[in-house]
């Protein structure tokens, strides 16, 4: 299962993290369920190559203006500490899977 993410969790993966991560930005609405989901299916897929996070509901407004999120759903992929990609809106298993491995490429990550 995915872990949910806390801004000084994030912050201590951002600066020290050794492999690229996804973290998701989802509102408890209608589509989390479902989003979530894919958030998990990545991370089984990705397990060892990417760590997946989603971001903590409590604090998802301020993060959201911090990286310039107008909406959710949205994906944001961060390597050597700085945002690499993102992925906007809602997504399906086949375009989560495209965005990560383009976004990581070969050779990439761990």
């Known amino acids: 299962m995915v872990k949910t993410i806390k801004p000084q969790a994030f912050e201590l993966e951002l600066s020290g993290g050794t492999r690229p991560f996804l973290v998701a930005f989802l509102k408890r609405n209608e589509r989390f369920r479902e989003q979530s989901r894919l958030l998990d299916d990545a991370s089984r897929r990705y397990a060892g190559r990417l760590d997946c996070y989603l971001y903590s509901q409590d604090y998802l407004e301020t ?31 086949e375009t989560l899977d495209e965005f990560i491995s383009a976004s990581l490429g070969p050779g990439k990550g761990a």
């Open 63 to 93: 993060a959201m203006q911090r990286f310039l999120v107008r909406g959710t759903p949205t994906f944001l992929l961060f390597s050597g500490g700085r945002e690499v990609d993102r992925l906007i809106g809602e997504s399906d298993p």
